[in-house]
């Protein structure tokens, strides 16, 4: 088991990064073939540069010094310091001969020594309904599922007269009394109070199953920097925000993300409407928006990837509106040391 250090600049850290790296990658695509979401080296040293959470990295080397397995531990720096978010992966060709259980005990002796005592991982599978190859491999190691989310696809381009009657919020009461705005790479500094609002009841008021989750702790600051890793990774981001004009206040958002190494696809992150304003199809309304500004910023993209927790019936709704297509899941197990 060797230390990785992603943002080394020595050259033999450099080539064990790449290598951590390619295993994920490598896993990613025996699932689901080119249209895996395995990050890119960019990416990955942004969200190291830019966390909130403090990481360690591990490599399981194999015969001839082949890399076989990567481990990665996440730890959340400003709340849920009880929590560790672990991420593991095996090569298909080096599976079932123990290195994933070596780098899942080496992953709860790092969270032991840190002094945390609840871990979290996820699976993923291409088809609903049918395990991944990490769904017995958790199950076995005493993790518990806690949640279930869909993967789901929206193409684009799509109907732009449909989409547009969504964002003006044709047929929706009151439509008038909110307003939708969008932002591109960055958002005015207006907003980060309010975005930090939104992002801190992202954890009490989206759907999280049995997940121990606490409470997230955002401010304007946090805000700013979960952007500009993203920026600084080379991605594109857009955020789409709805405000209530009686307060002059930002009561939903979403944001979506396009990564340079792959500009056929966007990512849709969080998306959240606060409890005291829903049921005026803000959702709807800012989904629909963010469609229309990657149809017409990055015309390249040819469909939007989304995961949505398998009971938000409400945004499943919205998704089928908008004529997201489920295809595959995301698992996420959890247990307690």
């Known amino acids: ?3 990785v250090d992603p943002l080394s600049e020595d050259a033999e850290q450099r080539q ?4 951590w790296l390619d295993v994920e990658t490598t896993s990613q695509r025996d699932v689901f073939g080119p249209d895996h979401s395995a990050w890119s080296a960019d990416e990955v040293r ?15 080397v194999g015969e001839g010094g082949r890399v076989v397995g990567m481990l990665s531990v996440a730890e959340p720096l400003h709340d849920n310091h009880e929590l560790a978010l672990v991420k593991l992966s095996v090569l298909p060709t080096a599976r079932r001969r123990g ?14 020594a840190h002094g945390r005592a609840l871990v979290q991982a996820s699976t993923e599978g291409s088809r609903t309904g049918v395990d991944g190859p990490g769904d017995a491999f958790a199950a076995s190691q005493g993790y518990e ?5 869909l993967r789901s696809v929206m193409p684009l381009p799509a109907d732009r007269h449909k989409l547009e ?5 044709d047929g929706v009461e009151d439509a008038a009394a909110f307003a939708v705005e969008a932002s591109w790479d960055g958002v005015p500094e207006a907003w980060l109070d309010d975005l930090a609002v939104l992002e801190q009841r992202m954890s009490t008021d989206a759907p999280m199953g049995d997940l121990a989750l606490e409470e997230e702790d955002w401010d304007a600051e946090r805000v700013r920097s979960e952007l500009q890793w993203a920026l600084d990774a080379g991605r594109r981001l857009v955020v789409v925000v709805a405000r209530d004009l009686s307060v002059d206040r930002l009561v939903g958002f979403t944001q979506v993300q396009v990564s340079q190494d ?8 969080d998306t959240l409407v606060l409890t005291e304003a829903r049921g005026n ?13 990657l149809m017409d910023e990055l015309p390249g993209v040819a469909g939007v990837r989304t995961w949505n927790a398998d009971d938000n019936t409400h945004m499943l709704a919205v998704n089928a509106d908008l004529g997201y297509e489920p295809g595959a899941y995301l698992r996420e197990w959890q247990k307690r040391l």
Do not use: C, N
């Open 1 to 3: 088991m060797i230390a």
């Open 16 to 19: 064990l990064f790449s290598d």
């Open 46 to 60: 942004g969200r190291r540069r830019g966390s909130t959470h403090q990481f360690t990295d591990r490599a399981a």
């Open 99 to 112: 290195v994933g259980r070596l780098l899942l005990a080496e992953a709860e002796s790092v969270v032991r």
């Open 145 to 149: 599922p806690a949640q279930t989310m």
């Open 165 to 169: 009657s969504y964002a003006d919020g």
């Open 262 to 269: 792959s500009p056929e696809v966007a990512y849709q992150q």
């Open 281 to 293: 199809g803000l959702g709807l309304r800012m989904k629909a928006r963010a469609a229309l500004e």
